[in-house]
C-alpha cells in the first residue's frame, strides 16, 4: 500500500524567512496530495492541495510542488509569521488499488520565532 | 455550511471498559472516514465509508474496534475493550466523494481526546 515520508520532523526559522517541508510517497498511482495544518489541540485543517496532472500550486505565500518522476512532493510557505506555527501534515491518496485512501505522512512541527 | 460534529470531545475511562463515539458529517458527504491520531503522529486511517458501505478496514484492530454507518449518514465508532494503547485522539472526516481518479478534501472533526486509564 501508500507510504508516506515527511520531513523534517522539526523546523524552527525567523519570522519572515522562508520554510520548506518535503514529502515521498511509493504509490506511482497516487494522483492528490494535500496538506492539512494542525494548531495544538485542534483539528487538521486543509491549506492546500494538488493533483497529479499539475506540476505546482501557489495560494498567497503557501505553494506546493510535485515531481511525480521523483514521486515527492514539497510544502513552501514564504515570509513566514508567528501564526504559521503548528504541525503539518501530507497526505497521499491511493491510487486506483487504494480506493481513495489517504494516507498521512508523520507530521512536521513548524515553529517560527518573531 | 455546518461543519463534521463529532461526540464526546473528551472521555477518560479504564482498561477493559468500552466506549463509543459519534459522528455527524457535512451533509451531502458520501465518504465518511475515522482517523485515529497518537500524539505526536499523523492521523491513520481506521475505516471509510462510501454511504452505508465499508470501503477499508484493514488497519482497524477488529477484535476490539467496530463502527457503523447504517443509513449512511451518521456513524459511531466502539471500542470494546479498551487498552491502554488506544489512548489517542479519534477523528471524524468526510468528503464529497472518493476514488481512483475523484478525490475531494478531507474535512475534519474536532476529534474526541481518549485517555485509558
Known amino acids: 500500500g501508500e507510504n508516506v515520508e515527511q520531513h523534517p520532523s522539526t523546523l524552527s526559522v525567523q519570522e519572515g524567512d522562508s520554510a520548506v517541508i518535503k514529502c515521498t510517497y511509493s504509490?506511482?498511482?497516487?494522483?492528490?496530495f494535500p496538506w492539512y495544518k494542525q494548531e495544538l489541540g485542534k483539528r487538521p485543517q486543509l491549506i492546500i492541495d494538488?493533483?497529479?496532472?499539475?506540476g505546482e500550486k501557489k495560494d498567497q505565500r503557501i505553494a506546493v510542488t510535485l515531481n511525480k518522476t521523483a514521486k515527492h512532493f514539497s510544502l513552501h510557505i514564504t515570509e513566514t509569521q508567528p501564526e504559521d506555527s503548528a504541525v503539518y501534515f501530507c497526505?497521499?491518496?491511493?491510487?486506483?488499488?487504494?480506493?481513495?485512501?489517504?494516507?498521512f505522512g508523520q507530521g512536521t512541527e513548524l515553529s517560527v520565532k518573531p | 455550511e455546518a461543519g463534521v460534529a463529532q461526540s464526546p470531545r473528551y472521555k477518560i475511562i479504564e482498561k477493559r471498559q468500552s466506549v463509543a463515539f459519534w459522528c455527524n458529517p457535512i451533509?451531502?458527504?458520501?465518504?465518511l472516514y475515522w482517523y485515529q491520531q497518537i500524539l505526536g503522529q499523523g492521523p491513520k486511517l481506521l475505516i471509510q465509508?462510501?454511504?452505508?458501505?465499508?470501503?477499508?478496514d484493514s488497519q482497524l484492530p477488529k477484535d476490539r474496534f467496530s463502527a457503523e454507518r447504517l443509513k449512511g449518514v451518521d456513524s459511531t465508532l466502539k471500542i470494546q475493550p479498551a487498552k491502554l494503547e488506544d489512548s489517542a485522539v479519534y477523528l471524524c472526516?468526510?468528503?464529497?466523494?472518493?476514488?481512483?481518479?475523484?478525490?475531494?478534501?478531507?474535512?475534519f472533526g474536532n476529534g474526541t481526546r481518549l485517555t485509558v486509564t
Open positions: 472526516a468526510s468528503s464529497l466523494a472518493s476514488g481512483a481518479g475523484f478525490n475531494s478534501p478531507l474535512h
Open positions: 504509490d506511482s498511482a497516487s494522483n492528490y
Open positions: 494538488i493533483r497529479s496532472n499539475v
Open positions: 497526505a497521499a491518496v491511493g491510487g486506483y488499488n487504494q480506493g481513495g485512501k489517504l494516507i
Open positions: 451533509s451531502g458527504h458520501a465518504t
Open positions: 465509508f462510501q454511504n452505508n458501505g465499508v470501503v477499508d
